[in-house]
C-alpha cells in the first residue's frame, strides 16, 4: 500500500517500525490499526519467501506529528492478544550507533603493568564509585596478560571512570580505559570507523584518488605503491585490511595530480597482478556511487524500453472513418 507522493516517502519522515506481531495480521489490518493517526504514505508487513509474516512492519505516515502521536498510543497495546512495540523507524547505520553508545557498568582496561594486582584496579577505580568487581586477566601459569575489568554498580560511574582514566599513566605505562564489550559489539564499532575511514580518504583526494580491487593477499602497500609508481607521485596508498590485520583485496592509491591518475586508471585498469586482472577507477563515496548506478539504470530501461513504444505505435489500427 503506498502513496503516490514518492518524495516524502524516500524522505522516511514519519515512518514507524512495528514488531511482535501476530502473523495473521496483514498489510490492510495494519493500515486500518494505524489510519486513525493521521494520512499513510505506506505500509507493509514484512514476509519471508512463502508470503508468511516475519512479525514486524512500518507504517509511514505524511507527516512527523501523526507518526509520534501513534507511537504514543500504540506502544504496548495488546493486538490479536500480542503485546507490540510501536516506535520510530531506524536506519541500520543509527541502530549500530545507537548501541555502540549505550550505557555501561563494565571496564575495560589494558596496557597494565606487569606487576598491577586485582587490588590495584579495586583501589584506583574505587575512586569513582562502588565497584562490585575488579580483576588482572592471567595465563594459565598465573602471568598477566596487562589487561583487565573493572565492574561499577552505577553506570555514571564507570563512564566517568572512562573519562578521568583513559590516558592516564600508572607504573610508566599509559592505560586504555574504554566500555567493555562483546564481540559483536566491537565489530559494530570497527566497522563504522573502518566506514569513516574511507569516507575521509575519499574526501581528501575527490578526482586525484583511485580504488583497486583483486589485488592479490600477498599485496601490501609498498607492492602497490611500486606497481602505480611509474605514473606520477603517489601522496597516498594503502590496502584495506579487516580487523584481524588480512587483506579485504581493495585499496586506494592517490595521486598528486587528475592527469597523473587517469593515466594510471587507463594503464592499470585490467592489468594481470600476480594472478589477477586487477580492476582500476576513481574513487567514488557511496552516495555518489549510488546515484550513478541509478541514472546508468534509468538509461537502459529507457532504451529497452523504446523499441516496445515504437513497436506499439506501428501496430495501432488506423482510425476508422
Known amino acids: 500500500m503506498y502513496s503516490d507522493d514518492c518524495s516524502i516517502r524516500k524522505s522516511e519522515t514519519g515512518n514507524v517500525f512495528i514488531k511482535n506481531l501476530d502473523k495473521a495480521l496483514d498489510h490492510q489490518a495494519l493500515h486500518e490499526t494505524f489510519s486513525a493517526f493521521g494520512n499513510i504514505l505506506s505500509c507493509k508487513v514484512a514476509t519471508d519467501p512463502s508470503g508468511q509474516s516475519k512479525g514486524y512492519g512500518y507504517v509511514q505516515f505524511d507527516n ?12 504496548g497495546m495488546v493486538l490479536n492478544d500480542k503485546q507490540v512495540f510501536v516506535g520510530p523507524f531506524l536506519r541500520k547505520q543509527e541502530r549500530e550507533s545507537s548501541t555502540a553508545n549505550s550505557k555501561f557498568n563494565n571496564v575495560f582496561v589494558k ?105 592479490d593477499d600477498g599485496i601490501g602497500d609498498d607492492k602497490l605503491k611500486e606497481l602505480f609508481s611509474p605514473f606520477g607521485t603517489i601522496t597516498s596508498c594503502k590496502v584495506m585490511r579487516d580487523p584481524k590485520g588480512v587483506s579485504r583485496g581493495s585499496g586506494f592509491v592517490a595521486f598528486s595530480t587528475p592527469e597523473e591518475a587517469n593515466t594510471a586508471l587507463m594503464e592499470m585498469n585490467g592489468t ?3 594472478s589477477k586482472p586487477l580492476y582500476v577507477a576513481l574513487a ?36 476508422q472513418a
Not at 65 to 73: D, G, N, R, Y
Not at 284 to 311: G, I, N, T, Y
Open 64 to 75: 512527523e506529528e501523526s507518526a509520534h502521536t501513534a507511537i504514543e498510543k500504540l506502544n
Open 111 to 215: 596496557n597494565l603493568s606487569e606487576s598491577t594486582t586485582d587490588d590495584d584496579l579495586k583501589k584506583i577505580f574505587g575512586e569513582f564509585g562502588t565497584i562490585t568487581s575488579a580483576v588482572v586477566m592471567r595465563d594459565d601459569e598465573g602471568k598477566s596478560k596487562c589487561f583487565g575489568f573493572a565492574n561499577f554498580e552505577n553506570a555514571d560511574d564507570a563512564a566517568r571512570a572512562v573519562e578521568e582514566l583513559n590516558g592516564k599513566k600508572y607504573n610508566e605505562k599509559e592505560w586504555y580505559v574504554g566500555k567493555a564489550q562483546k564481540k559483536s559489539e566491537r565489530e559494530i564499532e570497527l566497522k563504522l570507523k573502518f566506514e569513516q575511514s574511507v569516507k575521509e580518504t575519499i574526501d581528501r583526494y575527490q578526482g586525484l584518488n583511485l580504488y583497486v580491487k583483486y589485488l
Open 272 to 274: 594481470m597482478v600476480v
Open 284 to 319: 567514488e563515496r557511496k552516495e555518489d556511487r549510488r546515484a550513478r548506478l541509478q541514472a546508468q539504470f534509468s538509461q537502459m530501461r529507457a532504451v529497452a524500453m523504446a523499441p516496445s513504444v515504437v513497436l506499439s505505435m506501428l501496430t495501432q489500427p488506423e482510425n
